[in-house]
């Protein structure tokens, strides 16, 4: 029994790859039309009959906007065929990225946490961070964690963060790298096969102006903290009529408008920042780690150069969701209503801890 064709495919189908790198798909049928479909959780979510072109091959456009909407976290398997055929052994993992990688995702993977820098971030006391990452292997996570006395004594630990196997996501917030009696933690750096994060620990921080927890350019959490000047912008909306000749006020409705400053950002971390003003879930990050209100951005100036040593400050503008915001001292809010989860809850797994 002769075996089915498997035409020429390009890009070639990895097991791990990005969305843009599938923004079209080329094939070479044997026969002069080619039935094509996608496949997701065993159903069929694209078919369509295509015919060859001139040089023999069938081209797929904007195959990306079609797998897009089944990515609900941070990727999702799909599996290719032609005239029923598949195009390859195995699924095809697509992972979410919003941005063009210079890159493909077989590399980026492997070396890299799921965030857009890989520069050092500056953190303290009382903050929350995250790391997200995927390992096709299970691989032993940790941090090497750097302590100093105040007689400039040095020493350093190493802390197990457990096994990642597929998407893990890594509470890396300093709090949970106490430092020995008399020491304090400095520096520490996440690492995870050839993936490595650096975090510098300041013991007094500027006074926030804003935190926020966002879906970034991958589809997974990460945190912004901003120092710069805050300005408080209400708008309102009047509703009016006259009543027994007097004009009167009768709907009111209130919507707070913040402009903010970053503040100094280190090198890198305006790509994060750029990732937080194109994210389609942001929210506030309040003192005690919980999710505050959902926040949406209305306007930006992300302007910045390559200029040595000058300091990036960029400007956000926001407001909240809906009507309901709860205070930065994470007092009630107006209203009670209905709010994401925390990141790191009850229900976080235990092996990250």
């Known amino acids: 029994m002769s075996q089915p064709h498997i035409p020429a495919v390009y890009p070639p189908l990895a097991r791990h790859m990005f969305l843009g790198e599938l923004s079209r798909l080329s094939f070479a049928p044997a026969s002069p039309s080619a039935s094509f479909k996608v496949w ?33 976290e941070q990727y999702a398997d799909f599996r290719f065929t032609v005239n029923d055929t598949p195009l390859t052994s195995y699924d095809v993992s697509v992972f979410f990225c919003a941005k063009s990688l210079a890159v493909p995702a077989s590399v980026f993977l492997s070396k890299r946490f799921l965030t857009p820098t890989d520069g050092p971030r500056i953190t303290g006391p009382g903050r929350f961070e995250t790391l997200t990452l995927f390992c096709e292997e299970p691989t032993a996570a940790k941090a090497l964690c750097r302590y100093c006395t105040p007689d400039g004594e040095l020493s350093s630990a190493e802390v197990a963060l457990g096994t990642v196997a597929g998407i893990g996501i890594l509470n890396v917030s300093p709090a949970r790298f106490s430092a020995p009696s008399g020491s304090r933690l400095y520096a520490y750096s996440v690492i995870c096969g050839d993936r490595k994060a650096e975090f510098y620990v300041e013991e007094s921080l500027p006074e926030l102006s804003e935190a926020f927890i966002f879906r970034n350019v991958f589809n997974a959490w990460d945190t912004l903290y ?5 300005e408080v912008q209400p708008q309102y909306t009047r509703a009016s009529a006259e009543v027994d000749g007097y004009l009167r006020n009768y709907s009111i409705t209130e919507v707070l408008q913040y402009r903010t400053f970053t503040g100094p950002l280190l090198p890198g971390m305006e790509w994060v920042a750029m990732s ?13 780690g919980d999710s505050g209100d959902e926040i949406i951005v209305n306007d930006c100036d992300l302007k ?10 960029l400007t956000f503008s926001y407001r909240t969701a809906s009507v309901s915001f709860r205070l930065a001292d994470d007092s009630v809010a107006r209203i009670q209503v209905p709010r994401p989860p925390r990141i790191f809850d009850d229900s976080f797994d235990s092996t990250y801890e």
């Open 40 to 72: 997701h959780k065993g159903e069929v979510i694209f078919a369509s009959e295509f015919h060859r072109s001139s040089d023999g091959m069938v081209t797929v456009w904007s195959l990306s906007d079609i797998l897009e909407p089944y990515i609900d």
């Open 226 to 230: 901003l120092s710069g000047t805050r």
């Open 304 to 313: 910045h150069d390559n200029t040595y040593s000058a300091p990036v400050d």
């Open 276 to 288: 937080l003003a194109s994210s389609k879930a942001v929210f506030l990050l309040l003192p005690n």
